[in-house]
């Protein structure tokens, strides 16, 4: 049973410790330190790139600066190091694996493990899924497959570079928001499919925030858009379709355009 607590007993007061200060602040230095090499080590890639493609010699050179133009001319992009020159992307996996657990009681994870059984015995592989955007209009998801983790995660986001689209983004309702300061939902009621999963994106008020799966959210955070409204039916706990099913609705805001 819990003590009930009393007006007259005074309540005890928890302090933080000097010790449990200095770990804290250690670990937020560790972190700001790990992005800055990231960020170093992606720039000297960038600086060390050489382009093998037409449109990779262009853009090193500096003549294509719009990705946009690219995207719309149809051009194929082979080098993700073109992407990378161009836009500000972030990155995040889906969620597709499980921990091994009782009962299917495993917890979710971003490697899928799968076994190949052959004479020498089983041999284990990781897929992965990752997601990149600009919070701008323009995303993509790729998949990467490979004996371990790290590099199946390294061919998702090369994947995903090399899938990007851009999407249109609008106002739930226009009329009412004259200074069109920045859209923030989807423009119309747009379904996408993949397998037996399907869902359907609806415009939602400002301020809504992302009523949808928790993976998809990933997805629509890095294109940009704050709030919508969503219905999803199928097999939505196959992860890999959900997320294929949102990006096809994502592509579908375009309309006619191409």
């Known amino acids: 049973m819990a003590e009930k607590e009393t007006r007259n007993e005074p309540k005890e007061i928890i302090e933080i410790t000097p010790e449990e200060i200095e770990n ?3 670990t937020e230095n560790v972190s700001k330190e790990r992005e800055t090499i990231q960020e170093t080590e992606e720039e000297h890639k960038l600086n060390s790139w050489v382009p ?3 449109l990779g010699k262009l853009v090193k050179q500096g003549k294509e600066k719009d990705i946009d133009k690219i995207l719309k001319e149809g051009k194929k992009i082979i080098e993700p190091e073109i992407l990378d020159t161009l836009l500000k992307l972030s990155s995040d996996l889906i969620l597709i694996g499980q921990a091994k657990g009782k009962f ?11 076994q190949k059984k052959t004479k020498e015995g089983n041999v284990l592989s990781f897929s992965a899924m990752a997601v990149v955007g600009d919070e701008n209009g323009h995303i993509g998801v790729g998949m990467g497959k490979a004996r371990e983790t790290l590099p199946s995660r390294e061919k998702a986001l090369r994947d995903a570079k090399l899938n990007l689209i851009r999407i249109k983004r609008g106002f739930e309702s226009p009329e009412a928001e004259k200074d069109k300061t920045e859209p923030h939902t989807v423009p119309f009621k ?4 993949c397998g037996s999963v399907r869902i359907t994106l609806l415009p939602a008020p400002r ?3 992302l009523v949808v799966n928790d993976e998809c959210k990933k997805i629509l955070k890095l294109a ?3 709030d919508v409204y969503s219905m999803t039916r199928g097999k939505t706990k196959t992860t890999f379709n959900l997320a294929r099913a949102c990006v096809n609705a994502l592509e579908k805001t375009r309309g006619d355009e191409k």
């Open 24 to 26: 804290a602040v250690e």
């Open 224 to 226: 940009g858009i704050k």
């Open 207 to 209: 301020g809504t925030g």
């Open 190 to 193: 747009v379904e996408g499919k």
């Open 52 to 54: 093998k493609t037409k």
């Open 104 to 114: 299917g009681g495993g917890k979710r994870r971003a490697w899928r493990q799968t």
